[in-house]
């Protein structure tokens, strides 16, 4: 059976690889696009059997390069996204212009099915720039192809994340860990894996004209989070809840550096809950359920993050 063909922007990040991995394991021919092929190569050629992954070199977004890219696709999925601003790498380009071409493109080219990934809990948000741009991007995509798919996902871990395997490396240096909002800003995070089966699920069952909200089965505290995986890496720490004009400060400090634990973006981010809104429809609502617990997946990959890394005798640890 020819496979189907399915073109992936984004496609070697974090939830990218695993999708690809998922869809060319099920018949489906991935085009994947990067920036540069040279660089993400290796990490995107493992992920599929010879003849289900073909790679596209895109250097720029712009619209007459985009659209070069619409061959025999049928359908058309956009996992491009930043956490933070850098030159010319802004939240307006990436989360709103983007997909604003490339809904418009697809709807032109006649795509049968376009899903775009959004972010949970940004919807009410009206003072930072990344949640302002993930709204705009899914209003001008809903205008553009009014059938199209946006998935919402909450926080996504697992070994390849920026998340638990940053903080784990912030809590093995740091004698202290400072808690932004007393530390109860909520979470709902999804395994990675889990997401991607969500995301294929969709594809599969040619999903239309949907808003599905993507959560794991916990909602975890930011605190929450932190003491789990202080857990898991076998070390205690004191939690410090901060002032937020001290917070500010040091988001402001550190947003000067290349790969930012947090900017002042993400510190206003993060004073909202990340969890289902209980407006719009969810995984569980269409029967795709995420059931990787929290602690049990991070437990699988923090041997890294503790002393004696592989050789460490894990004792059960809690702090607080
Ligand atoms: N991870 C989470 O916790 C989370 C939560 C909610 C929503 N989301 C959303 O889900 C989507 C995928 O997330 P992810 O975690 O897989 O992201 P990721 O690992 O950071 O990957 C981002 C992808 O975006 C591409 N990209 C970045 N800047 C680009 C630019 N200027 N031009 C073209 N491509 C660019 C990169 O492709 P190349 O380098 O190969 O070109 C990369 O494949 C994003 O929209 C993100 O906002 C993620």
């Known amino acids: 059976m020819k496979p189907k063909e399915i073109l992936v922007f984004g496609a070697s990040g974090q939830i990218g690889r695993h999708l690809v991995r998922k869809l060319t394991k099920n018949n489906y021919k991935v085009l994947a696009v990067t920036r540069n092929i040279h660089q993400k190569g290796y990490i995107l050629k493992t992920q599929a059997n010879p003849g289900y992954l073909e790679m596209l070199e895109l250097k720029s977004l712009n619209y007459e390069d985009v ?8 359908k058309v999925i956009n996992l491009i996204g930043i956490l933070f601003e850098k030159k010319n790498n802004e939240f307006n380009k990436i989360h709103e212009f983007f997909p604003h071409m490339l809904s418009e493109i697809s709807k032109k080219n006649k795509i049968k099915q376009f899903i775009h990934i959004s972010s949970l809990g940004i919807d009410e948000v009206k003072d930072s720039k990344y949640a302002i741009s993930k709204q705009q991007g899914e209003k001008k995509v ?16 697992s070994v390849d994340d920026n998340f638990t395997t940053r903080f784990m490396t912030l809590l093995n240096h740091s004698p202290i860990m400072p808690l932004y909002y007393e530390g109860k800003t909520k979470f709902a995070p999804i395994h990675v894996s889990d997401l991607a089966n969500i995301i294929f699920n969709v594809i599969d069952q040619n999903i239309l004209s949907s808003t599905i909200e993507c959560t794991g089965p916990e909602i975890l505290s930011f605190k929450d989070i932190i003491k789990q995986l202080l857990n898991s890496i076998n070390k205690k720490r004191l939690l410090i809840p901060i002032p937020l004009s001290f917070a500010k400060l040091s988001a402001s400090i550190l947003q000067m550096f290349p790969n930012p634990l947090i900017t002042r973006d993400q510190l206003n981010l993060l004073k909202y809950d990340n969890i289902p809104s209980g407006k719009l429809q969810t995984n569980n609502d269409l029967g795709f359920e995420a059931n990787k617990k929290f602690k049990s997946e991070i437990d699988k990959y923090s041997f890294n993050w503790r002393t004696g890394g592989q050789y460490s005798k894990k004792t059960s640890s809690t702090t607080n």
Do not use: D, G, H, W
Request: include cysteine; proline fraction near 4%.
């Open 67 to 74: 659209t070069n890219l619409f061959q025999n696709c049928e």
């Open 142 to 157: 809903r205008e553009n192809f009014e059938n199209a798919v946006i998935i919402k996902p909450s926080i996504v871990y």
